[in-house]
């Protein structure tokens, strides 16, 4: 994702008195095209509030894009409770019911190594709301989002663990933190994340205008988390309302068969592409022309030449010489 800022926007976003969103049901089962959550029977304490949950998305709701597609929540500080945070019953996940619009309201887990998945992933069926997908220059426009990644539980063609996102929100923009919950799981298998994934959407759109996304290692302090990622993608006009678009010349495929729609603008959000030199063109670093170490402007994050997620987009890239500069100016090295 090219972004127009070169740093990372911090938002110190106040949840007043949230500790966590939640859902109110006990509910251990997905609907008939789901594969069955296998799960303790998790408590509200464990979940949180469906008042806390509105009164976040309406938080939330607030911000605006202004070009950095991640920006941090209370200063990239999880908000879980020491209830929340209760290793008691053991790894667990849930999923909110689907709202009466079919949307997924939240999806809440306590990941460790014994939720993740052996079987190979099978392809994706189900279509969420506003699935109005078509050919962009970079590929596709919308993926079908996990709000937990397959990587972490299992869970697939879950419908309510399933949003219509764009392309940059689910790659790279959500999956970097979820590689970062699974090298850190993988590499300490006795451990817990508590892990929490919110799609916000405004009124009865049927596009969520973002996800929040927090985490937080239970008794670890290596790993932990608390973002929000607009739901937007370079050079197109997403109209929220029920996910049709509009894009760009710079954006538009080469051949593409799908017809662009049009939309009122409260309920659209232009994500403009900007003019990038020739490297950020390719979406490669270069380390000749750079320093050795390349940190990603959203996610603050440092890598070194060694580690897989080296080479980024060239818009989202800050380049240090040294680890210890990196880590001067606010960035943490990667976990993988």
């Known amino acids: 994702m090219k972004h127009k800022g070169n740093l990372l926007v911090r938002i110190g976003v106040t949840l007043l008195t949230l500790t966590l969103v939640g859902l109110g049901t006990n509910q251990t089962t997905a ?11 998790v408590t509200k304490k464990q979940v949180g509030s469906k008042t806390a949950l509105q009164q976040q998305n309406d938080a939330l709701l607030k911000l605006t894009y202004n070009g950095t597609q991640t ?35 939240v999806a809440n887990a306590l990941l460790s190594k014994s939720l993740m998945p052996t079987e190979k992933r099978e392809p994706l069926t189900v279509d969420p709301t506003g699935w109005r997908n078509k050919k962009i220059k970079s590929g596709y426009l919308y993926n079908r989002s996990h709000l937990i990644g397959f990587q972490l ?34 590499n300490n298998p006795k451990a817990y994340v508590r892990y929490q994934v919110t799609p916000v959407f405004k009124d009865n759109e049927l596009v969520a205008r973002g996800v929040h996304m927090q985490a937080e290692a239970v008794n670890g302090a290596n790993l932990k988390f608390n973002v929000y990622i607009f739901n937007v993608q370079d050079g197109v ?13 710079a954006a538009q495929a080469t051949s593409s068969a799908a017809s662009t729609a049009t939309s009122s603008s409260d309920a659209t959000t232009t994500a403009a592409a900007p003019t990038t030199s020739s490297s950020a063109t390719t979406g490669q670093i270069s380390t000749d022309e750079q320093g050795q170490i390349a940190g990603n402007v959203n996610s603050k994050i440092y890598h070194t030449p060694d580690q897989a997620g080296y080479n980024m987009n060239a818009a989202n890239a800050v380049y240090f010489n040294t680890e210890a500069e990196a880590q001067a100016a606010g960035y943490r090295k990667s976990l993988r």
Not at 237 to 249: P, R
């Open 71 to 105: 920006v941090e929540v209370n200063n990239n500080q999880p908000t879980f409770t020491q209830a929340n945070l209760s290793t008691a019953k053991g790894a667990w996940q849930k999923y909110a019911n689907l709202d009466s619009l079919n949307r997924p309201v």
């Open 153 to 186: 539980t299992g869970q697939n063609n879950n419908p309510k663990n399933l949003i219509t996102g764009t392309r940059s929100l689910n790659s790279p923009e959500m999956l970097r933190y979820e590689d970062d919950i699974a090298y850190y799981i993988k």
């Open 31 to 41: 609907t008939d095209s789901t594969t069955t959550v296998h799960a303790a029977k």
């Open 237 to 249: 006009t997403i109209n929220y309302a029920d996910g049709t678009s509009q894009i760009s010349a």
